[in-house]
């Protein structure tokens, strides 16, 4: 594949949809061809899955949690990045396999070798070119979501969010290719840090 797969990670509430689009613009405009897409969805297979998923009023297990998330990643995956990079286009994705690993490995307890094994079924062994994880203090993920809707996992206790922010650390540390940003700083700032790293590895 000729192209580079970029991820944006990180809890709820971090600014990964404002980063992801700003990069979005700004690559568009340093004229790369670039396709922005998102997990759970992005397909419209993958799309109906989301509903499922982040719908408050379903009651999901654990274990069907993440085989739901798998299953819209595989369909994401092959129907729509695969192609892309190999088309020679950058791909921006919110969230990817990382996810499973934080919310459902570190948040929901289940075995990281059976999260691991999902992943990799799912994506085929596509791994992202970059990853970059967004954690901000808690008092900004409450604030913002005074004005905000919340959907059934932003909804879970503070336990499963404190599991799921360390797991979010841990996994900075062991990941290839993936770095750590504070999003407690400006939109600005984040946004030099975004392309900073671009440079640094190489995408751009």
């Keep these: 594949m000729t192209g580079k ?29 670039v396709v922005l897409t998102r997990e759970p969805g992005g397909t419209p297979v993958a ?15 654990p274990r069907a949690e993440l085989l ?20 020679g286009k950058i791909v921006i994705c919110e969230r990817y396999t990382m996810s499973s690993c934080a919310y459902q490995g570190y948040g929901r307890g289940i075995d990281m070798e059976l999260v691991n094994t999902a992943n990799n079924i799912a994506t085929n062994g ?11 203090s808690d008092k900004y993920f409450l604030k913002r979501g005074e004005y905000l809707f919340s959907d059934r996992l932003e ?7 404190n599991k799921m922010r360390e797991g979010y ?27 900073a790293y671009l440079k640094e590895y190489k995408i751009t």
């Design 155 to 161: 909804l879970e206790k503070d336990e499963f969010r």
């Design 68 to 87: 739901l998330y798998e299953a819209s990643r595989a369909q994401h995956t092959e129907e729509k990045i695969i192609p892309a990079l190999a088309d």
């Design 47 to 61: 799309e109906g899955i989301r509903k499922i998923l982040l719908d408050p009023a379903n009651h999901v297990s």
């Design 5 to 33: 797969f970029i991820v944006f990670e990180g809890p709820d509430r971090g600014g990964k949809s404002t980063q992801a689009n700003l990069l979005r613009k700004a690559l568009q405009e340093a004229g790369y061809s």
């Design 126 to 136: 596509l791994q992202p070119d970059l990853t970059l994880v967004f954690l901000m």
């Design 169 to 195: 650390k841990q996994l900075v540390k062991k990941t290839p290719n993936a770095v750590l940003i504070d999003a407690d700083n400006t939109v600005e700032e984040i946004h030099a840090k975004v392309l």
